[in-house]
């Protein structure tokens, strides 16, 4: 399974935007990059995906590099809600399982 | 709410005994995944299943765990004689279909004494 790697931690200051970068440099030409988080004692929560194009939702937008080796998760104005742990996940276009890694623990200060 | 539903949300069990987990999916989705999380990690696959088909069980323990998704009823993750590394917290998740965003309910929290 291709992997990811993420930044064990992140902090940001509320109402300004947060970048969480994700590399995964064995990525092959059938895996699609999903986002997730999850919030303290609280399933995780779908957020974006997207295979090569950049995406946009109402939640967040999806940066993915052109040789599509990395990817960045854009929050545009973090608020408190939004500490939680983000995942991002390599799912193969070929099996419809996801294999989550340790994710990036967002803190979020007022 | 017509969330994936999980019950029961903390669930105490005696080394030994059985537990079982239920999860209902969203109304429509006939995927199901079963994932165990323990502290301070993240999720480990464990099943995947479609109506009455196991689809995928590579994440699965070779004994004591298993898992059905019957035509009619909720999906059941069973696991016979636990012993104390079985303690975690248990996900289920479901989607409408291949490769749709997955739907996750809270968790069951099993303890085992």
């Known amino acids: 399974d291709a992997k990811t790697t993420q930044p064990n931690s992140m902090e940001s200051n509320e109402e300004e935007p947060v970048h969480l970068p994700c590399n995964h440099s064995?990525?092959?030409?059938?895996?699609?990059i999903h986002w997730y988080r999850q919030l303290p004692s609280q399933g995780p929560e779908y957020v974006i995906h997207g295979l090569t194009s950049n995406v946009n939702n109402r939640m967040a937008s999806l940066a993915i590099a052109e040789d599509r080796k990395s990817s960045t998760l854009i929050l545009h104005r973090a608020t408190l809600r939004d500490a939680a742990v983000y995942y991002c996940i390599l799912r193969d276009y070929n099996n419809n399982d996801m294999r989550f890694g340790a994710g990036t623990r967002l803190t979020v200060k007022p | 709410n017509a969330g994936v539903m999980q019950n029961p949300r903390h669930l105490v069990r005696r080394r030994g005994q059985e537990a079982r987990l239920r999860c209902s999916p969203m109304?429509?989705?006939?995927?199901v995944y079963w994932y165990r999380q323990l502290p301070e990690e993240g999720l480990k696959f464990m099943v995947y299943l479609q109506k009455e088909n196991i689809i995928d069980e590579s994440g699965m323990p070779k004994e004591r765990f298993s898992a059905e998704f019957p035509k009619e009823g909720p999906s059941i993750l069973r696991i016979q004689q636990v012993v104390r590394g079985d303690s975690a917290a248990y996900f289920c998740a479901s989607s409408q279909g291949w490769q749709q965003p997955q739907h996750f309910g809270d968790g069951t929290r099993l303890s085992i004494l």
């Open positions: 064995t990525i092959s030409g059938t895996d699609y």
């Open positions: 109304k429509g989705h006939s995927h």
